[in-house]
């Protein structure tokens, strides 16, 4: 389905084009933030922090901060800590899920041990709280802070609700917002808030629903996206019982029959990879992954929408490359 939800195909190098210096300065202060001084612990971080991933965040913050054409050194602090946030989340999130891979790597909790998982998760949890500090802005701590809270309820409210079929689209919209949005939208206000303060409300609520697309497109890509292109089989999420937004939607509409092969799946600890691909077929039959693409287009469209007002420039272009690619990631 090309194209079916961007306006325009965009790479992550386009969105990255106008913030590449900023960006070179994130990788440097991420690596000396690897460095705590003990030995076994050095080790962890630097094997989290000296190859880094495709900082969408850092990019998102420097973006917002260089909106009226005037970036500051204090926006590339607080692209960086942005990051630290959230590599210590996906290091939390892998302990608690039991997942042995990460970008194609083990991840922290394979490679060395869940406690020593948690310990580095907690490690960079509180390096980006001192980073953040140093800025001087009790303003740009409240963000931060509240963006890991938020991170952190939606973590508890996933583990809670994972495995239950009587998990609702309010449930997942929420699970969407505090997981995933909060911190997106975090990068862009704090972002706006050292460059661009006036900007600094339409860019949170851009973020938020930057941030909502991404996970809805996230959740569609097992259902859509090629095994040669992810690395993984379709169903991935089925496998796992994770009730997902195309599967929510299309239990509302599926029959009897269909019901019960979905229940069945999620009563079976470790499911068949033909009884997988026969609910994911259920769930696409269903109209469960075109109401899932609406949802997904219309958190696009709105936060393209926020940028309306914003100064005209190649950042507001970035960004709106940003949504593009975010939308896009299917193909």
């Keep these: 389905m090309p194209g079916f939800l961007a306006a325009t195909a965009a790479t992550l190098d386009e969105v990255r084009r106008p913030v590449l210096p900023g960006l070179s300065e994130v ?19 630097g094997y989290l922090l000296s190859r880094t991933g495709k900082l969408l965040r850092p990019t998102l913050a420097l973006l917002a901060d260089g909106l009226t054409g005037r970036p500051t050194s204090d926006g ?15 290091v939390h999130d892998d302990a608690v899920d039991h997942s042995v891979r990460r970008r194609g790597r083990p991840t922290v909790n394979a490679q060395w041990s869940h406690q020593v998982a948690i310990i580095a998760g907690d490690y960079l949890y509180s390096r980006a709280v001192i980073e953040a500090a140093t800025l001087g802005r009790l303003d740009i701590i409240e963000v931060l802070a509240s963006a890991a809270n938020k991170m952190t309820i939606g973590e508890m409210r996933q ?14 919209d929420r699970l969407c917002e505090f997981k995933t949005a909060s911190l997106m939208s975090a990068a862009c206000e704090l972002g706006a808030m050292t460059g661009a303060p006036e900007y600094r409300e339409a860019m949170a609520e851009f973020g938020v629903h930057l941030g909502m697309a991404f996970q809805v497109v996230d959740d569609l890509i097992d259902y859509l996206a090629p095994e040669e292109i992810t690395g993984k089989p379709r ?13 929510i939607a299309a239990l509302d509409i599926m029959g009897p029959e269909d019901r019960s092969r979905v229940e069945a799946l999620f009563a079976d600890p470790d499911p068949s990879r033909s009884a997988v691909a026969e609910v994911t077929r259920v769930v696409l039959d269903s109209g469960g992954v075109e109401e ?4 997904a287009r219309e958190h696009a469209d709105k936060a393209r929408k926020m940028l309306d007002g914003v100064p005209h420039g190649e950042n507001a272009n970035a960004l709106r490359e940003a949504v593009d690619y975010v939308v896009d990631r299917i193909n």
């Excluded at 590339?76 to 996906?90: C, I, Q």
């Excluded at 899932?292 to 949802?295: F, H, N, P, T």
Aim: no cysteine; glycine share 8%.
């Design 27 to 45: 990788d440097a202060q991420l690596r000396g933030y690897a460095v705590s001084g003990f030995n076994s612990l050095d080790e962890v971080g």
């Design 76 to 90: 590339t602090r607080v692209a960086s800590v942005v990051e630290l946030l959230h590599v210590a989340t996906l």
């Design 159 to 172: 583990l809670v609700l994972h495995d239950g079929l009587n998990f609702t689209r309010r449930d997942y």
């Design 235 to 247: 169903g991935q999420d089925l496998r796992e019982h994770k009730v997902t937004l195309p599967l």
């Design 292 to 295: 899932a693409v609406e949802v």
